[in-house]
């Protein structure tokens, strides 16, 4: 395997590492809290402490199926209990929410289903609102059987989609619910107009200000910032957010540091390698080679040997 593959696999590996601890960091119940807060009005002026208590169970991650017939499958001949965490699509091949979990209220009694995913950016091949309203039908179709039975539609519990997506022009969030167009007459249609929301949070690259407007941002931000030393993440985390940093949440912290300087650092190199490759494979020399990338001719040298296309 040439140096330039070898890369390539490594950054990938070092990506989703990075892309599974960034999710196992917002799933917990502390950084939760904190979301739901920001994002669902029962809960916006509580205390995220007292928030955690609502959550129920533990999180699933990466483990819930967003396709028909697999969200609430059964295993081992029972119906799995709360949730099941992926999806089957035809070009993506299995896919999982990122993170499901129910909520109870404050009555005590109603509960909601909340499903966060995180999002390096927008994606290219379609428009992510069209995949949250997605989502959140399944979320709601997954309850058939589960969270009610025949045509009990009234027990259909409210869900939250919240997309965190990463690397953005600017912070924004919006929301996007049910809204009724009334055209003709007076008729009063009752039901849960407030059962689907779509949230969508936009952070980004920088570090907002200590803002209130920016709370719920500055969190985030500063959780999978890839900018951050691992003391300064936990300084804000700790002083600002006074969420207790246990050794579990220190060492996803500090996994994330380490992944995003590996990430960084392959990809650094792989640049001087195509650097150096284009030039070669323009006829520069290697002195000339050398002098363009800040390295010694022997290790220019090295780079060319080492990505040579090797002839048959």
């Given at each position: 395997m040439n140096t330039e593959i070898k890369n390539a696999v490594n950054i990938a590996g070092d990506k989703a590492q990075y892309d599974e601890?960034?999710?196992?960091?917002?799933?917990?119940?502390?950084?939760?809290?904190h979301?739901?807060?920001?994002?669902?009005?029962?809960?916006?002026?509580?205390?995220?402490?007292?928030?955690?208590?609502?959550?129920?169970?533990?999180?699933c991650i990466s483990s819930v199926p967003v396709e028909p017939g697999i969200t609430n499958a059964k295993q081992d001949g029972k119906r799995i209990a709360g949730l099941n965490s992926e999806s089957i699509d035809i070009n993506e091949g299995t896919v999982r929410?990122?993170?499901?979990?129910?909520?109870?209220?404050?009555?005590?009694?109603?509960?909601?289903?909340?499903?966060?995913?995180?999002?390096?950016?927008?994606?290219?091949?379609?428009?992510?609102l069209n995949r949250g309203i997605f989502y959140a039908c399944r979320l709601i179709s997954s309850q058939k059987e589960r969270d009610f039975v025949n045509t009990n539609y009234d027990d259909i519990k409210r869900v939250y989609t919240i997309w965190i997506c990463m690397n953005m022009p600017e912070n924004s969030l919006d929301y996007y619910q049910l809204a009724n167009?009334?055209?003709?007459?007076?008729?009063?249609?009752?039901?849960?107009?407030?059962?689907?929301?779509?949230?969508?949070?936009?952070?980004?690259?920088?570090?907002?200000?200590?803002?209130?407007?920016?709370?719920?941002?500055?969190l985030l931000v500063?959780?999978?910032?890839?900018?951050?030393?691992?003391?300064?993440?936990?300084?804000?985390i700790e002083k600002e957010y006074k969420i207790p940093v246990n050794d579990n949440?220190?060492?996803?912290?500090?996994?994330?540091?380490n992944l995003s300087q590996g990430i960084v650092d392959e990809t650094k190199i792989e640049v001087m390698i195509n650097i150096v490759m284009n030039m070669h494979k323009n006829k520069f020399s290697l002195e000339q080679i050398s002098l363009a990338t800040n390295k010694s001719i022997?290790?220019?040298k090295k780079i060319i040997e080492e990505n040579e296309p090797v002839l048959a």
């Amino acid at each position: 395997m040439n140096t330039e593959i070898k890369n390539a696999v490594n950054i990938a590996g070092d990506k989703a590492q990075y892309d599974e601890n960034a999710k196992r960091l917002l799933g917990n119940k502390c950084i939760l809290a904190h979301i739901l807060t920001s994002t669902v009005e029962e809960f916006r002026d509580m205390n995220p402490v007292d928030v955690e208590g609502y959550i129920e169970g533990e999180p699933c991650i990466s483990s819930v199926p967003v396709e028909p017939g697999i969200t609430n499958a059964k295993q081992d001949g029972k119906r799995i209990a709360g949730l099941n965490s992926e999806s089957i699509d035809i070009n993506e091949g299995t896919v999982r929410f990122d993170i499901v979990f129910y909520v109870r209220l404050k009555d005590g009694v109603s509960q909601i289903i909340i499903n966060i995913e995180a999002q390096k950016g927008i994606p290219s091949e379609y428009h992510i609102l069209n995949r949250g309203i997605f989502y959140a039908c399944r979320l709601i179709s997954s309850q058939k059987e589960r969270d009610f039975v025949n045509t009990n539609y009234d027990d259909i519990k409210r869900v939250y989609t919240i997309w965190i997506c990463m690397n953005m022009p600017e912070n924004s969030l919006d929301y996007y619910q049910l809204a009724n167009r009334k055209v003709l007459g007076s008729k009063k249609w009752e039901g849960k107009q407030d059962m689907i929301n779509i949230v969508l949070i936009g952070l980004a690259k920088d570090l907002p200000e200590h803002d209130e407007k920016y709370e719920l941002h500055r969190l985030l931000v500063a959780l999978v910032s890839k900018k951050l030393t691992t003391s300064e993440k936990l300084e804000i985390i700790e002083k600002e957010y006074k969420i207790p940093v246990n050794d579990n949440l220190r060492k996803d912290v500090n996994v994330m540091c380490n992944l995003s300087q590996g990430i960084v650092d392959e990809t650094k190199i792989e640049v001087m390698i195509n650097i150096v490759m284009n030039m070669h494979k323009n006829k520069f020399s290697l002195e000339q080679i050398s002098l363009a990338t800040n390295k010694s001719i022997e290790e220019v040298k090295k780079i060319i040997e080492e990505n040579e296309p090797v002839l048959a």
